[in-house]
Nanobody, 123 residues
Framework: QVQLVESGGGLVQAGGSLRLSCAAS????????MGWFRQAPGKEREFVAA????????YYADSVKGRFTISRDNAKNTVYLQMNSLKPEDTAVYYC????????????????WGQGTQVTVSS
C-alpha cells in the first residue's frame, strides 16, 4: 500500500516553471507505476503524465508534451513533475496517483490518490 502527498504548487506567471513533488510512503513504492492527473474547477480529471516503476517508460498527454517532464527517484520514494512554459490553461489541482499496472495503463487504472496541490498560472 502507498500513501501519497503532493507539494510544490503555487502561483506563477505564464511562461514560468514549477516543479511538483509527490512523496510516497510504503515499502512497495518501487513496484508501482506513478503519474499525475489534474482537475480544473467544473472539469473532469485529466491525465497528465505517467512513469513506470523503473523510470524507463514515460507517457504524456498531448497538451503537455514538450513542456512537462515526469521523473522519479526510488531511493527517495518521490516522483516529480517538472512543468515549463506554463500556460493559463494549466491551472488546476494536480494529483499524484500510483498503480500496480503498467505506466501505459495508469491513465485508466490506478489504486491510490494524493490530496492534490494547486497550480495557478496567471496571464
Amino acid at each position: 500500500q502507498v500513501q501519497l502527498v503532493e507539494s510544490g504548487g503555487g502561483l506563477v506567471q505564464a511562461g514560468g516553471s514549477l516543479r511538483l513533488s509527490c512523496a510516497a510512503s510504503g515499502r512497495t513504492f518501487r513496484s508501482y507505476a506513478m503519474g499525475w492527473f489534474r482537475q480544473a474547477p467544473g472539469k473532469e480529471r485529466e491525465f497528465v503524465a505517467a512513469i513506470g516503476w523503473s523510470g524507463g517508460s514515460t507517457y504524456y498527454a498531448d497538451s503537455v508534451k514538450g513542456r512537462f517532464t515526469i521523473s522519479r527517484d526510488n531511493a527517495k520514494n518521490t516522483v516529480y513533475l517538472q512543468m515549463n512554459s506554463l500556460k493559463p490553461e494549466d491551472t488546476a489541482v494536480y494529483y499524484c496517483v500510483a498503480g500496480s499496472a503498467s505506466a501505459r495503463a495508469l491513465r485508466y487504472e490506478y489504486d491510490y490518490w494524493g490530496q492534490g496541490t494547486q497550480v495557478t498560472v496567471s496571464s
